[in-house]
């Protein structure tokens, strides 16, 4: 014979258990980090920083960043860009990894300066890690000198010695 009070005991039960069975499951892992970024540092010119980068870990874009002097963390972080650009060259089924930016204002100095660019590493969920290793891009550490010639930047021709 069918008991409602029963019946609601088992239900009031059954929720306590899966209640308990909720708090005791452990929170959802984050996402996997297991690639380091890599790309070319391409171009650098007095009109283009240009170049790809791509992380194994996902295919969404990584982030650049843009460097003066040398790399971090003792160049002078100047700015960033993604990395999202269409690049048919690429050897990756998803192509969307290029970037390229109009050079900055930093590099317009008169000077020889150095552009170092280092590819952000992300996570399969495409958030940067913490800590993670934001590898140099190969080729990178190219120097440009941009702007009206600053001659305090050049070293002086050496003297010849003297010769009675």
Same mark, same amino acid.
């Given at each position: 014979?069918?008991?409602?009070?029963?019946?609601?005991?088992?239900?009031?039960?059954?929720?306590?258990?899966?209640?308990?069975?909720?708090?005791?499951?452990?929170?959802?892992?984050?996402?996997?980090?297991?690639?380091?970024?890599?790309?070319?540092?391409?171009?650098?010119?007095?009109?283009?920083?240009?170049?790809?980068?791509?992380?194994?870990? /996902?295919?969404? $874009?990584?982030? #650049?960043? +843009?460097?003066?002097?040398?790399?971090?963390?003792? &160049?002078?972080? @100047?700015?960033?860009?993604?990395?999202?650009?269409?690049?048919?060259?690429?050897?990756?089924?998803?192509?969307?990894?290029?970037?390229?930016?109009?050079?900055?204002?930093?590099?317009? /100095?008169?000077? $020889?300066?150095? #552009?170092? +660019?280092?590819?952000?590493?992300?996570?399969?969920? &495409?958030?940067? @890690?913490?800590?993670?290793?934001?590898?140099?891009?190969?080729?990178?550490?190219?120097?440009?000198?941009?702007?009206?010639?600053?001659?305090?930047?050049?070293?002086?021709?050496?003297?010849?010695?003297?010769?009675?």
């Amino acid at each position: 014979m069918f008991q409602p009070s029963t019946t609601r005991r088992l239900s009031s039960t059954a929720a306590a258990v899966a209640v308990l069975a909720l708090a005791a499951a452990p929170a959802p892992a984050s996402a996997a980090d297991f690639f380091d970024p890599v790309g070319t540092h391409d171009v650098a010119s007095c009109s283009t920083l240009a170049g790809w980068a791509k992380d194994g870990d /996902t295919t969404l $874009p990584t982030s #650049v960043h +843009i460097y003066l002097g040398a790399p971090f963390p003792f &160049g002078t972080f @100047v700015t960033a860009t993604t990395a999202n650009l269409f690049r048919p060259d690429l050897p990756f089924a998803d192509k969307n990894h290029g970037f390229s930016i109009a050079t900055p204002s930093a590099f317009f /100095t008169g000077c $020889p300066e150095k #552009v170092y +660019i280092h590819a952000i590493d992300i996570d399969t969920s &495409g958030a940067p @890690v913490p800590g993670g290793n934001n590898a140099l891009l190969n080729l990178t550490g190219k120097t440009i000198i941009c702007g009206t010639p600053n001659p305090s930047c050049f070293e002086p021709p050496p003297k010849p010695p003297f010769d009675p």
